[in-house]
């Protein structure tokens, strides 16, 4: 028991110790950079405008599409939607047509809609196990889309937006997939395995009321929904945003000056060294843009707040928006969804199969929107 715990404190304080180098290491280098007067002003300028000019512009379209979600499931639209993509379901994604119903409902929202919705029995009866486990590609393939296509729409790119879209879909097929496959070879018996539960007609939608006041509750429900999705992705946009805005652009022309958005520009320096893969995967011309994809892994939220930064920076075009919804909602901070969710059904040993088939998704989701947006854009 005595040597139990003198290793489990050796770990700990060798944890500790590593994260103290890093920690320091890394502020220390950006610091040594721009110099620590600098770097604490940049943090905190860029924190302050990305919360005033962007968070709450994304919390009031997060209001919005919160109520206007909260009104198509109060009056069937999203009932509807799931039947007329039911047929489509088996053939596509190997899941049955009930599983649109997840699609939507994060789509809508934000992934962490998927958790709720698998572990209702009267839900996940029509899964075979191994399906109901790539649920949880299929489902986070398309959080905050909503919220992502009314943004970049917003900013005067909805055609790309809509592109996006299709090249999510075609991510969240590939990584639904391969997640499948994955989990039928580590445990083939799940392949014909039934999860237990209830039955379908117990999945309703029913509502008591006039249509006014149904309306009116919806919209407010839904807006209350929407201001805490808005004030969710707070701490995303203001840490990552800025930690990756500062490792993405550089100095201003005067130099370090403490300004908002100012940095070291490490990652287009990394990047520059590869970028042609990159401009012929996404159509990337500049190597500042692979920034967006890696902040949409932890967040979405966050890698909306790069957008503005960009567009006035004249970096972004139509492809490139294409790029970054498709890959935006197939990433949408599927790091922290993926563990919660599988660790609920019982596989949290899938984790890692599924962080890598939804990461071959999101790739090829980005990968399908540049070349549909191309080729498109060579016919009109």
């Known amino acids: 028991m005595r040597y139990k715990s003198f290793k489990f404190l050796t770990k700990r304080r060798i944890e500790a110790g590593v994260f103290l180098i890093i920690f320091f290491g890394t502020f220390t280098f950006i610091g040594s950079k721009m110099g620590l007067p600098n770097m604490l002003n940049t943090i905190m300028q860029t924190s302050y405008s990305l919360l005033i000019d962007t968070v709450f512009y994304i919390m009031a379209i997060t209001v919005l599409s919160g109520a206007l979600g909260k009104l198509l499931t109060e009056f069937g639209v999203v009932r509807l939607l799931e039947?007329?993509?039911?047929?489509?379901?088996?053939?596509?994604?190997?899941?049955?047509?009930?599983?649109?119903?997840?699609?939507?409902?994060?789509f809508l929202s934000d992934n962490p809609a998927i958790i709720s919705l698998a572990n209702?029995?009267?839900?996940?009866?029509?899964?075979?196990?191994?399906?109901?486990?790539?649920?949880?590609?299929?489902?986070?393939?398309?959080?905050?889309?909503l919220v992502v296509i009314i943004f970049m729409a917003g900013r005067g790119y909805g055609f790309a937006a809509v592109i996006g879209l299709v090249g999510a879909i075609i991510g969240s097929i590939i990584s639904t997939r391969l997640m499948q496959r994955f989990?039928?070879?580590l445990y083939p018996e799940l392949e014909t395995e039934q999860v237990e539960g209830g039955d379908e007609q117990q999945i309703s939608f029913k509502s008591e009321g006039s249509v006014f006041l149904r309306g009116l509750n919806s919209i407010l429900d839904g807006g209350k929904m929407g201001v805490d999705l808005g004030l969710a992705i707070i701490p995303g946009v203001l840490i990552i945003s800025t930690f990756v805005m500062m490792l993405?652009?550089?100095?201003?022309?005067?130099?370090?000056?403490?300004?908002?958005?100012e940095g070291i520009a490490l990652l287009?320096?990394?990047?520059?060294?590869?970028?042609?893969?990159?401009?012929w995967l996404f159509g990337f011309?500049?190597?500042?843009?692979?920034?967006?994809?890696?902040?949409s892994l932890g967040a979405v939220g966050a890698a909306l707040g790069l957008i503005p930064k960009f567009q006035n920076a004249g970096l972004i075009d139509g492809n490139?928006?294409?790029?970054?919804?498709?890959?935006?909602?197939?990433?949408?901070?599927?790091?922290?969804?993926?563990?919660?969710?599988?660790?609920?059904l019982g596989y949290r040993k899938?984790?890692?199969?599924?962080?890598?088939?939804?990461?071959?998704?999101?790739?090829?989701?980005?990968?399908?929107?540049?070349?549909?947006?191309?080729?498109?854009?060579l016919m009109f």
Do not use: R
């Not at 009267?122 to 649920?135: E, R």
């Not at 652009?249 to 370090?256: D, K, T, V, Y």
């Not at 287009?268 to 401009?279: D, M, R, S």
């Not at 890692?352 to 080729?375: D, E, M, R």
């Open 120 to 145: 209702e029995k009267h839900f996940n009866k029509y899964f075979k196990k191994y399906q109901l486990i790539s649920l949880t590609n299929f489902g986070t393939a398309f959080g905050m889309g």
């Open 320 to 344: 490139a928006i294409a790029v970054f919804t498709a890959m935006g909602m197939c990433w949408s901070g599927f790091l922290s969804t993926h563990t919660a969710m599988l660790d609920s």
């Open 268 to 279: 287009p320096h990394l990047a520059q060294k590869v970028n042609f893969i990159f401009e």
């Open 83 to 106: 039947v007329m993509l039911k047929p489509l379901m088996k053939p596509i994604y190997n899941l049955p047509g009930v599983a649109a119903l997840g699609g939507l409902l994060t």
């Open 183 to 185: 989990t039928i070879k």
């Open 285 to 295: 011309k500049s190597p500042e843009l692979i920034a967006f994809p890696i902040t």
């Open 350 to 377: 899938l984790t890692g199969k599924a962080l890598l088939s939804h990461t071959i998704g999101g790739l090829f989701a980005g990968i399908s929107a540049h070349w549909i947006f191309y080729f498109i854009s």
């Open 248 to 261: 993405t652009f550089g100095p201003s022309p005067e130099g370090f000056t403490g300004k908002a958005y």
